[in-house]
């Protein structure tokens, strides 16, 4: 049992670039989060999905796309990277109902842009 | 201001000692509470969940919630060094897809 799995774990782009973060859960959750860690800031929420076909703006939306064409992958995309955007981004999932509160993360992906 | 606020530390105590961690919160929608642990370079994992006000307590760890005073707090008795990681508070309620509000984190270190 993988848990959620995070690809690729590191990346240096340079400015203008563009990717895609990949996240994978085989728990069969409904929500699935992405957020971005920065020192002295914490963890911020992106965007959010709370079933497949489904995406919602969270804190600091602006320079990212997110998809969720399937119900256990959650994809990131950067269109046009920017240095403000080197971060670890970590990507989360929980069960709905009963189990508020209990997101199991990834280990975290990190983008550094030059 | 951030709805989450947490004093980033370093806190840095002996083991064996009393710790003690809090966050204030202002959004007063907030109705399910939680206390992350996140060990170096590794993603955040649940330590504790309370449901609205109370305490509650599993093992040397006890968690309390003040929904009167918009604060809630962390305590770990008899540390270990094993202990020694970022504490993230975090709360959430039902009107947005259950995504967590974290505080900033505080560093915790405990020294043999």
């Known amino acids: 049992n993988a848990g959620v799995t995070q690809t690729p774990k590191f990346r240096v782009l340079k400015t203008g670039q563009s990717m895609t973060l990949l996240c994978a859960q085989d728990m069969n959750h409904e929500y699935m989060y992405w957020y971005r860690q920065d020192p002295g800031m914490g963890l911020r929420l992106i965007h959010y999905?709370?079933?497949?076909?489904?995406?919602a703006k969270g804190e600091v939306p602006d320079g990212y796309n997110v998809s969720r064409l399937k119900k256990q992958n959650f994809l990131l995309g950067l269109e046009s990277a920017a240095p403000s955007q080197t971060s670890v981004y970590f990507c989360?999932?929980?069960?709905?109902?009963?189990?508020?509160?209990?997101?199991?993360f990834g280990e975290g992906s990190r983008l550094t842009v030059l | 201001q951030k709805e989450v606020e947490q004093d980033p530390g370093p806190l840095s105590v002996p083991e064996g000692a009393i710790v003690s961690l809090n966050c204030t919160y202002s959004n007063s929608a907030f109705q399910y509470f939680m206390w992350y642990r996140q060990y170096s370079r590794k993603g955040p994992e649940l330590l504790m969940y309370t449901y609205s006000s109370g305490n509650k307590e599993d093992g040397r760890f006890t968690a309390q919630v003040d929904k009167s005073s918009k604060y809630i707090s962390l305590f770990i008795r008899d540390s270990q060094p094993s202990d020694s990681a970022t504490y993230l508070c975090?709360?959430?309620?039902?009107?947005?897809?259950?995504?967590?509000?974290f505080g900033k984190g505080t560093s915790l270190l405990v020294t043999p």
């Open positions: 989360a999932s929980t069960l709905a109902g009963g189990s508020v509160g209990e997101l199991f």
């Open positions: 975090a709360m959430t309620h039902s009107n947005s897809g259950y995504a967590l509000n």
């Open positions: 999905s709370v079933g497949e076909g489904t995406t």
